[in-house]
């Protein structure tokens, strides 16, 4: 069973920056891909990229590419999301989610095993 602990929301201004942690414990995460969703408030859960732990392979949505990055630190079984040039339109609640061997551009929220709790963005001036 693996646990995943989002943490680094907030507010931030138009135009900002934000990084995002996902720690996992439970389980040796090394054959685990990792996607990060959003959710904002009366729409589906979208997802936005997905990183490969073995190798930190990333496969970003066209919507988000540019924006949005991945990267993560093995040694502490950490994903980041780091979040440039935020928009209003970026608000919402952040989910990672994780799972063995998944394909990175299945982002769709039901394959997932593992979620999150989530971490609220407000992008807003």
Not at 78 to 97: F, G, I, R, W
Request: proline content about 5%; some cysteine.
């Amino acid at each position: 069973e693996v646990q995943l602990v989002e943490s680094g929301g907030g507010w931030v201004q138009p135009g900002g920056s934000l990084r995002l942690s996902c720690a996992a414990s439970g389980s040796t995460f090394d054959d685990y891909t990792v996607a990060w969703f959003r959710q904002a408030t009366g729409k589906e859960r979208e997802g936005l990229l997905s990183i490969r732990i073995k190798d930190g392979s990333t496969y970003i949505l066209p919507f988000v590419k540019g924006r949005f990055t991945a990267s993560s630190d093995n040694a502490r079984n950490t994903v980041y999301l780091h979040l440039n040039s935020l928009k209003p339109e970026d608000t919402a609640v952040y989910y990672c989610a994780a799972g063995p061997q998944k394909p990175m551009n299945a982002l769709t929220p039901f394959i997932w095993d593992y979620w999150g709790q989530g971490t609220q963005v407000t992008v807003s001036s």
